[in-house]
Nanobody, 119 residues
Framework: QVQLVESGGGLVQAGGSLRLSCAAS????????MGWFRQTPGKEREFVAF???????NYADSVKGRFIISRDKGKSMLYLQMNGLKPDDTAVYYC?????????????WGQGTQVTVAS
């Protein structure tokens, strides 16, 4: 089994920055791609960023140019650097292992970390 644990969320003002981390443990050799998704209560889950096993990246249009996804060489740690935060970025952010962006699903999910951006 695989466990994913996010950290780094918090309350920031608009225009600020946060760096989210996701630590993978267990059978991490089974993790190929990774990603970040977010969800606000009452709204659909939203794709944020994706990174493949070969470190190819993909971003939602809403965060492109502001957020950067990265992972360590051993693929045991995932990061999301968030800059220029906006109130609309407020959500619970989830780390995902082996995600399918088109269906907003994944083989493994973290517990989520709250990001709140105040105006």
């Amino acid at each position: 089994q695989v466990q994913l644990v996010e950290s780094g969320g918090g309350l920031v003002q608009a225009g600020g920055s946060l760096r989210l981390s996701c630590a993978a443990s267990g059978r991490t050799l089974g993790i190929r791609s990774m990603g970040w998704f977010r969800q606000t209560p009452g709204k659909e889950r939203e794709f944020v960023a994706f990174i493949s096993a070969t470190t190819t990246t993909n971003y939602a249009d809403s965060v492109k140019g502001r957020f950067i996804i990265s992972r360590d060489k051993g693929k045991s740690m995932l990061y999301l650097q968030m800059n220029g935060l906006k109130p609309d970025d407020t959500a619970v952010y989830y780390c995902a292992g082996n995600p399918y962006v088109s269906t907003l699903t994944a083989q493994y999910w973290g517990q989520g970390t709250q990001v709140t951006v105040a105006s």
